[in-house]
């Protein structure tokens, strides 16, 4: 019986022990393959990081202009007293005139450079020479690392930069070991031990004092399991631990675990990986770092926010201390290294502000991204984006574009409104006419307020800013074989009229109703007269002043009604910017740029973006153009930049719409094109005032900031134009009587042949002219029959053969009449 | 008579000969020398550097313009080695930094060309030729030669013969405007 009974119970104990096996068997494959698969699937969600243009350093360059410390410090390089002894370290004596910076890497493409220790020797204010303190080598130039902008974050904005083993110095690695895993080799997952001691010291102080988890325990419980605290969850973690272990190396483990364990906040964003953690708390990267900061760092795992220096020096000297002593007592360090690491003072680290330094930029860099790369991959693989942003441009955008708005609602309180979403807005873009880079993007005043960018997104109409559309089809008419051809000095007769269409009629006037008669071209745009402007599109036609818009770069829809010449179609901004951009590089279309380049984490180059160019306008007409800009600077409409101190060659236009919702100034020096808007999102009026007045001023603040530091550059004629001194008020040659002479740009062969003879004594006065035209002989031109001449008798060179009528029912008032039919 | 005859029919062809071999002894022998990445004279053979006048003495630029005339040295470096990706970097950067500079844009439109983009190569060359100023006579001839080849390449011998007459405006010794003019042919049927 007792026989029965033993041999039950040993069948039933083991197939108990069988089922135990089998079971054990399958979940250990279970946990085996789920812990191999997804540790060697296992990708880093890294952030893709948005950089700025590097700054280039070389001889010549003033130092304010390009506000070096500034962009230094926005750099995270911190200034030192001593000599820089780690990268990202700057000393600067402006008693002699010497600043020794450690640049760090630069991983732009196609311009990487190590880590470079470099003199730069000032004169008055300017580098002087530019030396590599390796070396003791001159240099031509050089350019520190590319500023980060912001980065793309996933839903958990998490900060990580991947390091390979290899990257990390054998004492962190110890002082590592010392605060977390003494026994790290010595053990095969699980720390007995460990276990043991850690148990006793909890039972002995009669709270968790002490854990017992390895390194590979951490990463397990990181990597795969919850952080809660059950007894399931640990057995689990141990047997993955063991797995872990058996499959990878201690090597291999131990790199997942320096990218992988959390080191703080930063505000919002987390801290993960001992590169980033470096970088956060010390400013340094890992190989940088001393003993002390290393003994920090390793420190901190147990709780980083606890011992965070920035948060909690003493706390976190405390801990440092701690760890300092455990490795000597692991003989990792001698005690005077020990005494000296636990001595070093801990430095009052300036942390730069994380934030998005072109919020606006960045949205718009953003929407064009996401045309090729699903958000994921922007999120969580890593890329660099290397943009054409200028992050010194962009600053001074910004703080222009604030302290301006703030002086407009103080000088006119009428423009403030109390809550801030309805509040005055402005945006800016600025744009190097001969690259496309967008340099410099604002697209509203607070983005914490409003996230609407009004440079890409928002519709306006941009008044008198679409008149030189109307200026430059007139000018390419003859270009075209058209007849009727304009030059600077044609006259055109500012008076009411009316033009019809379709049905309808449509009247321009001029601001406050004030008309001049007949000015010449350069004068009907300078003043910006509506009904001068009108008179030519009428003699222009709708459909090549169309295409001239096209061809400049408007991409908005532009209706075929007479009020689209007074700029009644609605655009945005940065149509605006790339319209002008084509004027200012005359005549070469140049697509806006805002990316550069891509590459993936390892550098290897995604996309490049090359410079591409096509030639839209002639260059004459685009000069000529630029020239007649040049005047509106002079004495027209943007004279008001020249009293506020901008002094360079520019040309520029303003433009206001006929209810005052929209304020334009638009101007370009030749290597440099700015667009400035102000108005209301909710299309209230900007009380009477016009460009002029609210756009022009924020223009010329940026724009004074922005070209300091440059040499002033002149617009140079091409080839095929010709300057000649003529007079001011009819447009022809200049004599030494006339009192107002100026410089006129004329296509080679088109030039006034006949002298002014207003001025001479004896001659009739200017005023005089209005009421008693002058019929000249034709001057000399191209393309021109002599019987052409003498049948019509021209004025200067407004001389439509033919009546030019609109393609719209007929009407009398279509017709344009020769200017002596018009009195 | 005939001998007349004979030498009037012959000459026209004997210069075209005569102008040839000028064209590929001059081609042999390179105009310039520049500076490369080292600072050293680089040394003569390369495609880019053979047929550029110098670039102005850096002591007459201004900061960024010297800046700007070492990218470039380097990038005519890259593409006389034929890479031209990095060549093209170089180029622009020196546009970038100096963007009235002609030479950048001179040195693209010679690149675009070498790769096949005539319409590139000829609005970049219309850049330079707009930046370069009237006294500027050696780079103005080259210019205008280089246009005249990428029209004369894509068969627009009208065109071609206009800018080779415009380079022996600038610099009436150009041996390629010579010699491309002399080849030719008399009617612009092209």
């Known amino acids: 019986m007792q026989r029965i009974f033993w041999g039950i119970?040993?069948?039933?104990?083991?197939?108990?022990?069988?089922?135990?096996?089998?079971?054990?068997?399958?979940?250990y494959h279970k946990l085996e393959h789920e812990v191999v698969t997804r540790f060697s699937d296992h990708r880093w969600e890294v952030p893709s990081k948005i950089y700025a243009q590097p700054v280039l350093l070389y001889p010549g360059l003033s130092i304010a202009d390009v506000d070096l410390f500034a962009q230094l410090e926005r750099l995270d390089y911190q200034r030192v007293e001593k000599n820089i002894r780690a990268r990202g370290d700057y000393w600067y004596d402006s008693e002699i005139g010497e600043i020794h910076i450690f640049l760090r890497e630069s991983n732009y493409p196609g311009r990487q450079r190590p880590a470079r220790q470099i003199a730069l020797y000032l004169e008055k204010g300017h580098i002087e020479r530019v030396v590599d303190l390796d070396d003791g080598t001159g240099l031509l130039f050089i350019e520190t690392e590319p500023e980060i902008i912001t980065r793309f974050y996933a839903q958990a904005w998490e900060e990580r930069r991947i390091v390979k083993f290899y990257e990390v110095p054998s004492l962190l690695v110890k002082a590592l070991l010392a605060a977390e895993d003494q026994r790290f080799f010595e053990h095969k997952g699980?720390?007995?031990?460990?276990?043991?001691?850690?148990?006793?010291?909890?039972?002995?102080?009669?709270?968790?004092?002490?854990?017992?988890?390895?390194?590979?325990?951490?990463?397990?419980?990181?990597?795969?399991?919850?952080?809660?605290?059950?007894?399931?969850?640990?057995?689990?973690?141990?047997c993955m631990a063991v797995i872990l272990e058996n499959h990878y190396s201690k090597l291999q483990i131990l790199e997942n675990y320096l990218n992988e364990i959390y080191l703080g906040q930063r505000g919002a964003k987390s801290i993960f990986g001992i590169w980033e953690a470096a970088r956060f708390y010390f400013g340094k990267e890992p190989r940088d770092l001393t003993l002390g900061e290393m003994a920090l760092l390793a420190g901190m795992i147990k709780a980083p926010n606890r011992y965070a220096p920035n948060r909690h020096p003493e706390r976190a000297i405390q801990r440092r201390s701690q760890i300092v002593r455990r490795m000597a007592q692991l003989g990792d360090i001698t005690a005077e290294e020990a005494q000296a690491a636990a001595q070093e003072t801990l430095g009052q680290r300036k942390i730069p502000l994380e934030k998005n330094k072109a919020p606006y930029f960045v949205d718009f860099l953003r929407k064009?991204?996401?045309?090729?790369?699903?958000?994921?991959?922007?999120?969580?693989?890593?890329?660099?984006?290397?943009?054409?942003?200028?992050?010194?441009?962009?600053?001074?955008?910004?703080?222009?574009?604030?302290?301006?708005?703030?002086?407009?609602?103080?000088?006119?309180?009428?423009?403030?409104?109390?809550?801030?979403?309805?509040?005055?807005?402005?945006?800016?873009?600025?744009?190097?006419?001969?690259?496309?880079?967008?340099?410099?993007?604002?697209?509203?005043?607070?983005?914490?307020?409003?996230?609407?960018?009004?440079?890409?997104?928002?519709?306006?109409?941009?008044?008198?800013?679409?008149?030189?559309?109307?200026?430059?089809?007139?000018?390419?008419?003859?270009?075209?074989?058209?007849?009727?051809?304009?030059?600077?000095?044609?006259?055109?007769?500012?008076?009411?009229?009316?033009?019809?269409?379709?049905?309808?009629e449509w009247s321009p006037r001029n601001y406050k109703d004030k008309y001049f008669g007949m000015v010449t071209l350069r004068k009907a745009l300078a003043k910006s007269l509506n009904a001068a402007t009108a008179r030519i599109a009428l003699e222009v036609g709708l459909e090549p002043i169309r295409d001239t818009a096209l061809r400049l770069g408007f991409t908005s829809s532009l209706p075929a009604y007479p009020s689209l010449v007074l700029g009644?179609?609605?655009?945005?901004?940065?149509?605006?910017?790339?319209?002008?951009?084509?004027?200012?590089?005359?005549?070469?279309?140049?697509?806006?740029?805002?990316?550069?380049?891509?590459?993936?984490?390892?550098?290897?180059?995604?996309?490049?973006?090359?410079?591409?160019?096509?030639?839209?306008?002639?260059?004459?007409?685009?000069?000529?153009?630029?020239?007649?800009?040049?005047g509106v600077m002079a004495h027209g409409s943007g004279v008001r930049a020249r009293g506020l101190g901008f002094r360079r060659p520019a040309a520029g236009k303003t433009g206001t719409t006929n209810d005052y919702s929209d304020a334009w100034f638009v101007g370009y020096t030749p290597e440099l094109l700015t667009?400035?808007?102000?108005?209301?999102?909710?299309?209230?009026?900007?009380?009477?005032?016009?460009?002029?007045?609210?756009?022009?001023?924020?223009?010329?603040?940026?724009?004074?900031?922005?070209?300091?530091?440059?040499?002033?550059?002149?617009?140079?004629?091409?080839?095929?134009?010709?300057?000649?001194?003529?007079d001011q008020e009819t447009g022809l040659r200049a004599t030494p009587s006339c009192p107002k002479v100026i410089q006129e740009a004329f296509p080679n062969g088109q030039e006034p042949i006949l002298s002014c003879p207003y001025h001479a004594p004896g001659s009739y006065a200017p005023g005089s002219m209005r009421r008693t035209p002058v019929r000249t002989t034709l001057p000399s031109r191209r393309h021109t029959s002599p019987q052409a001449a003498s049948e019509k008798g021209v004025f200067l060179s407004l001389r439509p053969p033919q009546p030019v009528v609109i393609e719209t029912p007929h009407h009398p008032s279509n017709r344009v009449k020769p200017w002596w039919q018009l009195f | 008579?005939?001998?007349?005859?004979?030498?009037?029919?012959?000459?026209?062809?004997?210069?075209?000969?005569?102008?040839?071999?000028?064209?590929l002894w001059a081609n042999g022998n390179p105009i310039v020398y520049a500076e490369n990445e080292d600072g050293r004279l680089a040394s003569p053979g390369s495609v880019a550097?053979?047929?550029?006048?110098?670039?102005?003495?850096?002591?007459?630029?201004?900061?960024?313009?010297?800046?700007?005339?070492?990218?470039?040295?380097?990038?005519?470096?890259?593409?006389?080695?034929?890479?031209?990706?990095?060549?093209?970097?170089?180029?622009?950067?020196?546009?970038?930094?100096?963007?009235?500079?002609?030479?950048?844009?001179y040195f693209l439109g010679r690149m675009t060309f070498a790769q096949g983009d005539a319409n590139q190569a000829l609005t970049f060359l219309l850049k330079a030729e707009l930046l370069l100023t009237q006294d500027n006579v050696d780079w103005l001839g080259e210019t205008t030669c280089l246009q005249g080849a990428i029209h004369e390449d894509a068969g627009d011998y009208a065109a071609a013969r206009l800018h080779y007459q415009r380079c022996l405006e600038f610099s009436p010794q150009n041996l390629r405007a010579l010699s491309a003019l002399a080849r030719l042919p008399e009617d612009d049927a092209g």
Request: aromatic residues 8%.
């Open chain 2, 49 to 105: 550097e053979q047929a550029s006048p110098l670039v102005p003495a850096p002591l007459r630029l201004s900061p960024q313009e010297r800046v700007a005339l070492r990218f470039l040295e380097q990038g005519r470096t890259a593409f006389g080695r034929e890479h031209f990706a990095r060549a093209r970097i170089l180029f622009e950067r020196a546009i970038e930094v100096a963007p009235l500079q002609p030479y950048g844009y």
């Open chain 1, 190 to 238: 699980v720390d007995l031990w460990r276990v043991v001691g850690a148990g006793w010291a909890n039972v002995v102080a009669g709270r968790t004092v002490q854990g017992g988890s390895t390194l590979t325990q951490q990463l397990i419980k990181n990597f795969f399991l919850s952080q809660e605290r059950t007894l399931r969850r640990k057995l689990v973690e141990v």
């Open chain 1, 9 to 27: 119970i040993g069948i039933v104990f083991i197939g108990l022990l069988a089922t135990g096996s089998v079971l054990g068997w399958q979940f």
């Open chain 1, 368 to 504: 064009e991204l996401e045309k090729s790369y699903p958000a994921g991959i922007l999120t969580k693989a890593g890329l660099n984006i290397f943009t054409a942003l200028d992050m010194r441009l962009q600053h001074i955008a910004r703080d222009v574009i604030q302290k301006e708005l703030v002086e407009l609602e103080t000088k006119h309180p009428k423009l403030q409104r109390e809550t801030p979403e309805e509040r005055l807005q402005a945006c800016l873009v600025a744009i190097q006419p001969q690259t496309g880079r967008v340099l410099a993007l604002v697209g509203g005043r607070d983005y914490q307020v409003s996230q609407f960018n009004r440079v890409t997104q928002a519709h306006r109409q941009p008044g008198s800013v679409f008149k030189p559309v109307v200026y430059l089809a007139a000018l390419e008419r003859e270009r075209n074989h058209k007849d009727g051809w304009f030059l600077p000095t044609s006259l055109i007769n500012d008076t009411q009229f009316t033009w019809f269409y379709e049905d309808k």
């Open chain 1, 568 to 630: 009644a179609a609605e655009v945005t901004p940065l149509e605006v910017a790339q319209a002008y951009s084509t004027l200012a590089n005359q005549g070469i279309f140049t697509a806006p740029t805002t990316i550069k380049w891509i590459t993936n984490p390892d550098g290897e180059p995604l996309k490049q973006s090359i410079l591409a160019v096509e030639q839209r306008i002639h260059p004459d007409d685009a000069y000529v153009l630029t020239h007649l800009l040049e």
């Open chain 2, 1 to 23: 008579m005939v001998a007349a005859l004979l030498i009037r029919l012959i000459r026209p062809l004997l210069v075209r000969i005569v102008l040839c071999l000028i064209f």
């Open chain 1, 675 to 726: 667009v400035v808007w102000v108005g209301f999102d909710q299309h209230a009026p900007l009380l009477k005032l016009g460009g002029a007045q609210a756009a022009l001023p924020i223009w010329t603040e940026f724009m004074k900031r922005a070209t300091a530091g440059t040499p002033p550059t002149a617009f140079s004629p091409p080839p095929g134009i010709t300057l000649v001194a003529v």
